[in-house]
């Protein structure tokens, strides 16, 4: 059954019932137009929690801390930083993690065991935790603290993301919110994909996880501003069952419904963290269909929305689809030349692996007018899948150029 | 035994004895500083040919055919142009990378079959046969012609890239010389990493391909300019026997002296090519030591240097440790890391996996003054490997953004 979704106006990881967030400047963050930097999400019940977290070899304490109390038990709240990774630090690192959860989980109230952390900023520095100490019962919550929050994990992002959504299952009306925080690196240094997702839907835990593994498969998966993985990205989801009914269990007509809105609230908010990467100017979508296998398309499309030659084409307004041709030919997925037809913005540029006349300032004007779509047949099967990233701008190289001492 | 290696001044693909070259402007290429853009290249006498290309799954005709010819038998010439890519034409590409073998050999002297043929530039457009037809048999070849040839190869090379030793096997003396070309992504379109060896050492042909495996393997497959692969890199080495003495077999202490030699000389080119990678100023190099073996030391080097954070904050000038340490994470590779150490033009900046203090201007300092090398040893095993990359700079994205029509 086809989920009716309704995208919630102004909504955010606080529009689910029973969340509460808030954030205030600690002094952590240097830099970037908004100067908060650390915020409380909480729940006023137990939640099931579940997480996908950066699969680098090396990870924040706060990342290893955060994992080892999904698996244990319920949560109720997560604090988050901005301007320190908590990253490279030796031993210190997962004392600080613990200890900012003390913090926080004093000041609302609750289990150190039932709260998590994660950061984001400078590798190798150490929390200044005396900062956090000093600030975080400055943070007042409420229901509308979701935006604040937002704001308050921005790094280089441009604005914050939110999202909220609203579906009905069994005649209720449920609720799912996130906030994220931008998948472009940082000046001055790493930064983190982060992204924290509210249901007041009761879920069982262990579909909760599989639901958003399969909803990160097809949505932060498949964004990318620049290849690059931090050692800190988090998506975590919490399901506190405020909007009351049975739990939601693998393999209901309900947990399809719940699945589709989950998916369709993960790829609203990776699309805004593709088009927000760091000197973007458009969003780049790339959709590769009749690959052998929805895997095989995944790659292909992939490769087109990382390519650098095709990102720094999307950003010159040239419809290059040779490039597009090179990035789907080097990801190794099964194709036959012959067989490949290629659109930009829906203009048919390349059929049977050879380009057709097509009016060129046409193809222009549609890339110039906003952002580019590409889509690819392969013809081979039946794999489909769409990914998508942002323009390769000279602005980009001057960011991250930019840090000299 | 370790082999004693004389660089030869002013050596290029015509220093080993019996090879000679040329070029002229056939009128294919229509931009870059020099407009030689055909060239052949012959040998006196047959060759063994060993041949490593692109593992795109869209590949050029010419790559097609040539690997065909050296499966099949000797080879005495090669037919390079650039300007055309001659990919993604359909069937007409074949027959038109045939008739170049044609034309060439007819020119020469020889038989088609002995003869090889790479192209190099835009794709999607046929090859102006009309124009080789004209202009082929213009080129003169001399013995000095590798400067030539080195010249019309060139896409948006700033310079050619040349290269020869001289090597003493059982008290001969035997020559190796190469000619590359640019593996940086060209105006408007596609480019292609082109390189011809040649050597007057006479070499039997399984162990020739042997050779030029291993010395790609450690120099052109250990560099990065922008992580995009063509549909035309093809590497090609001849070997005509003109020094005399006996056919240098695997196993024995000739064969170790040779492969010596010809690494050296890959790598040589190699580095010129990363150097002078589109909009480049500087050149990275990155070794890592101590990985559980060689190949994971290889995935760890190759991720530092196609790394963009990296490769941005070296442009910066900027010492950014957290970067490296992000890179070889993402590598997946064997580590612990509480047993990293990392160290900037031999300045060490991390220990046990945490930064010490250093003089930050010292390093910034270090960076300025020329080439980057960054040393990271893993202490897990006893792999090591070297990759080679450049900077990114914004002039990169301008070139690569620029073609609008």
């Known amino acids: 059954m086809t989920a009716i979704i309704e995208v919630i106006p102004n909504g955010s990881v606080t529009s689910p019932r029973g969340f509460k967030a808030g954030a205030t400047y600690a002094g952590l963050k240097t830099y970037g137009a908004d100067k908060l930097d650390l915020a409380l999400l909480l729940s006023e019940t137990l939640c099931s929690a579940a997480g996908v977290f950066s699969t680098n070899k090396i990870v924040s304490p706060s990342v290893t801390l955060s994992k080892k109390r999904i698996s244990a038990g319920a949560i109720k709240a997560i604090v988050a930083n901005s301007g320190c990774a908590n990253t490279c630090v030796g031993d210190q690192g997962l004392k600080d993690a613990e200890e900012m959860t003390f913090l926080a989980a004093r000041h609302l109230g609750i289990k150190d065991e039932e709260t998590l952390v ?36 921005m790094t280089t992002d441009s604005h914050p993301k939110e999202m909220a959504i609203s579906l009905k299952i069994n005649n209720r009306t449920v609720n799912l919110g996130g906030i994220a925080k931008g998948s472009g690196m940082i000046h001055p240094n790493l930064a983190t994909m982060l992204c924290f997702l509210t249901t007041d839907a009761a879920i069982e835990k262990s579909f909760l996880q599989d639901a958003l593994n399969r909803a990160t498969e097809v949505s932060f998966n498949m964004i990318d501003v620049d290849g690059d993985q931090s050692t800190n990205d988090s998506v975590i989801l919490l399901s506190n069952g405020a909007a009351g009914g049975d739990t939601i269990r693998a393999g209901s007509p309900a947990a399809d419904i719940f699945q589709q809105g989950l998916t369709y609230l993960c790829i609203g908010l990776a699309k805004e963290l593709a088009r927000d990467g760091e000197g973007a100017t458009k969003l780049i979508e790339a959709t590769v269909e009749g690959a052998r296998n929805t895997e095989q398309a995944g790659a292909a499309a992939r490769s087109i929305v990382s390519s650098l030659l095709v990102k720094a084409a999307v950003h010159g307004n040239d419809p290059n689809w040779g490039r597009i041709m090179m990035a789907v030919g080097k990801s190794g997925v099964e194709l036959e030349e012959s067989k490949i037809a290629l659109y930009v913005n829906e203009i048919c540029l390349v059929e049977e692996g050879r380009p057709i006349p097509y009016f060129q300032d046409a193809v222009v004007a549609a890339i110039k007018s906003g952002d580019v779509s590409f889509r690819v047949k392969l013809n081979v099967g039946d794999g489909s899948a769409t990914a998508w990233g942002c323009d390769l701008t000279t602005e980009y190289v001057t960011f991250n150029a930019a840090y000299t001492t």
């Open 118 to 153: 994660c950061s984001t900023g400078i590798i190798g520095v150490e929390l200044p935790l005396a900062l956090i100490r000093q600030s975080i019962s400055k943070i007042q919550l409420s229901p509308d603290g979701g935006h604040t929050m937002a704001r308050a994990i």
